[in-house]
């Protein structure tokens, strides 16, 4: 399995619902992150965990919660999200956190905030 | 801190053309270099990868990139398009564990 499993594909989400991303990757990866992509934009670096530790928030506001069960699953708890947060959420991992391993990204999470 | 510029935000070439996607990088550690390509809805797909072992990286689907330290450069090629080439392309850096993507390059491929 050479693959990042994301679902939903597409979410519509209130402004005042609470909902989850999920990320799934059987390759043995120990670091996992989320990406942020607004179109026509490169995405933008939100989380890292690096052996199921959060290990780099870039200064993501609150109502983006990450959480990491087990070292194959990541999520993405929204909460109160405001129009602006619409955007393709991206999910990420590799082998681990040392910087020379590419990265193998899931196909991403569609959120629109209504 | 690191960065890529990617220059040519689009780029158009004929079908069976020279393809070439430009990146410079910037970095106070020796880089790890990446080109990355998105198609419409989708995630993002490594091309090549380069880690300080030859400077001229062959990866997926007929592309070449060369890692020039001088001209700080890691520019994309591939000697003939094709129709299936059309997507987005980004040129990333690493350094430590954080990926950073330059501004992309939409390459239109002309019939």
């Known amino acids: 399995d050479t693959e990042v499993t994301q679902t939903p594909k597409h979410l519509v989400m209130g402004m005042t619902n609470k909902k989850s991303l999920k990320c799934e990757q059987h390759?043995?990866?120990?670091?996992m992150y989320w990406y942020k992509q607004k179109a026509k934009k490169p995405p933008e670096l939100m989380f890292v965990y690096s052996y199921e530790k959060l290990s780099i928030n870039e200064s993501v506001p609150s109502r983006f919660s990450p959480e990491c069960p087990n070292s194959s699953l990541l999520n993405l708890h929204l909460h109160a999200l405001q129009p602006e947060d619409s955007a393709l959420y991206l999910c990420?991992?590799?082998?681990?956190?040392?910087?020379?391993?590419?990265?193998?990204f899931g196909s991403g999470t569609r959120l629109t905030v209504v | 801190a690191q960065s890529v510029t990617q220059l040519g935000s689009h780029v158009s070439v004929s079908e069976g053309a020279l393809v070439l996607l430009r990146c410079n990088y910037s970095?106070?550690?020796?880089?790890?270099l990446f080109w990355y390509v998105q198609y419409p809805n989708q995630g993002l797909q490594l091309l090549l990868k380069y880690t300080s072992a030859a400077t001229l990286v062959k990866g997926i689907n007929g592309f070449e990139a060369e890692f020039k330290k001088s001209e700080t450069s890691f520019h994309l090629t591939k000697p003939s398009a094709h129709m299936s080439d059309a997507a987005e392309y980004f040129c990333a850096v690493s350094v430590y564990e954080k990926l950073t993507f330059g501004t992309g390059t939409r390459l239109t491929i002309i019939p």
């Open positions: 990420a991992s590799s082998q681990d956190n040392q910087r020379n391993y590419g990265y193998t």
């Open positions: 970095s106070s550690v020796p880089p790890y």
């Open positions: 390759m043995g990866h120990r670091a």
